[in-house]
Each structure stands twice: as structure tokens, then as C-alpha cells.
């Protein structure tokens, strides 16, 4: 199975910064990479696909980058609705994986 | 508007069995592949299972394989799970996630449902 390590683990930011959050893939991946937002009590919702792909009705501050095993998501200037939990995931196999998440906390 | 309505969660004893059901309207059901994915209390998400368009190529992970069966019935629009041998941790919200591919390998969730709680314990 390939194995997603999503860092850091939890994130303290503050309204207006850029953040990065990355995704480690086990093994290549091409550019099959996934990134959802979710937020306390709800679904998840599709950020980014293919790596990066942004999804239609994303605002555009949501960027990704990366092939092969490494993988960014950035937020160019974090807003209040931002906070939240963020999963990559990888298409690549058949056994559709998910990284650990990363928690986005105001600092 | 795409919908998907997750039902069929609860209370189970370990060992036990439940049958989840996901309700889709908004779509053309026939023509997506759909997953189910759980979280479980607190932590993230697990990929659970697949099923093609057709529902003759199916997946599952390796901590549900042989205890989890996962069908559909395209004149119903809807997504089963039948959940046997359960465990204390298969414990989690269950969400269905209709899947969209765009090549060969290249899918991603585009519609969850909202989740359905399934609680094993004695």
C-alpha cells in the first residue's frame, strides 16, 4: 500500500499569513494527488486534484504543487474560514489513501 | 443539486453486523463510481472501499477486506455497505463520496454525504 505523510501534524497561523502544508508519498505517485478541507462536524471538501488542479468554486488563495512523491498545499493569505483540517490523498493505486491530516489553529 | 444522504448507522455489538445505505439524487448515479469513507472520533480519514459505475470491479482496504461487502443498485440510486464481524474499531462516521476520474488513475471525492455514525461496544 502506499503510505501518505501529510507534516506538520498541527499548524498555529494567524489571518493574512502564507502557509504551506506538504505530502510525502510512500512511492511515486505522478501527479495523482488529492487535497480536501474539512472543517469540524462536516464532509470533506475537494480543494485540489491532480496535484494542482484547482476545484471550480475554490477561491484562488488555495494553490498546489508537486509530483512524483512531494506535494504542497499553500494558502497564500489565510481568511478566518480557513481553519480547519486539510487531507492529501493519493488516486494513484487502487487503494485510495489518505494522509493523517494537518489542523490549522489561529494563532 | 447533487445529494447524497448516508442512513443505517447505530449501535452494534462487537461481532455483530449493520447494512449502511447512501440515498443519491442530483445525478446520474449509473455513471459514477463511488467510495465509502470513515473517520473514526477524533481522527482522520480512511479510505474504506470502491465500486465501478457498473459495480463489477470492486475494492476494499485491507482493515475491512472479507468483513465488508459493498454494492449498489443503479435503479434505486443507491450505495450499500454491509458491515459484518464488527469491531470496536470500525467504530466512526461512515460517509459515502461519489468519485469522479479524469484518466486511467486520476480520481477524486467531488460530493460526501453528511455521514452516518456506527458505534461498536458492548
Known amino acids: 500500500d502506499i503510505q501518505m505523510t501529510q507534516s506538520p501534524s498541527s499548524l498555529s497561523a494567524s489571518v493574512g499569513d502564507r502557509v504551506t502544508i506538504t505530502c510525502r508519498a510512500s512511492?511515486?505517485?505522478?501527479?495523482?494527488l488529492n487535497w480536501y478541507q474539512q472543517k469540524p462536524g462536516k464532509a470533506p471538501k475537494l480543494l485540489i486534484y491532480?496535484?494542482?488542479s484547482l476545484q471550480s468554486g475554490v477561491p484562488s488563495r488555495f494553490s498546489g504543487s508537486g509530483s512524483g512523491t512531494d506535494f504542497t498545499l499553500t494558502i497564500s493569505s489565510l481568511q478566518p474560514e480557513d481553519f480547519a483540517t486539510y487531507y492529501c490523498?493519493?488516486?494513484?493505486?487502487?487503494?485510495?489513501?489518505f494522509g493523517q491530516g494537518t489542523k490549522l489553529e489561529i494563532k | 443539486e447533487v445529494q447524497l444522504v448516508e442512513s443505517g448507522g447505530g449501535l452494534v455489538q462487537p461481532g455483530g453486523s449493520l447494512r449502511l445505505s447512501c440515498a443519491a439524487s442530483?445525478?446520474?448515479?449509473?455513471?459514477?463510481?463511488m467510495n465509502w469513507v470513515r473517520q473514526a472520533p477524533g481522527k482522520g480519514l480512511e479510505w474504506v472501499s470502491y465500486?465501478?459505475?457498473?459495480?463489477?470491479?470492486?475494492y476494499y482496504a485491507d482493515s475491512v477486506k472479507g468483513r465488508f461487502t459493498i454494492s449498489r443498485d443503479n435503479a434505486k440510486n443507491s450505495l450499500y455497505l454491509q458491515m459484518n464481524s464488527l469491531r470496536a474499531e470500525d467504530t466512526a462516521v461512515y460517509y459515502c463520496?461519489?468519485?469522479?476520474?479524469?484518466?486511467?488513475?486520476?480520481?477524486?471525492?467531488?460530493?460526501w454525504g453528511q455521514g452516518t455514525l456506527v458505534t461498536v461496544s458492548s
Open positions: 491532480a496535484a494542482s
Open positions: 512511492q511515486s505517485i505522478s501527479s495523482y
Open positions: 465500486i465501478s459505475s457498473s459495480g463489477s470491479t470492486i
Open positions: 463520496a461519489r468519485g469522479y476520474y479524469y484518466d486511467s488513475s486520476g480520481r477524486y471525492f467531488d460530493y
Open positions: 490523498q493519493q488516486s494513484y493505486s487502487t487503494l485510495k489513501t
Open positions: 442530483g445525478f446520474t448515479f449509473s455513471s459514477y463510481e
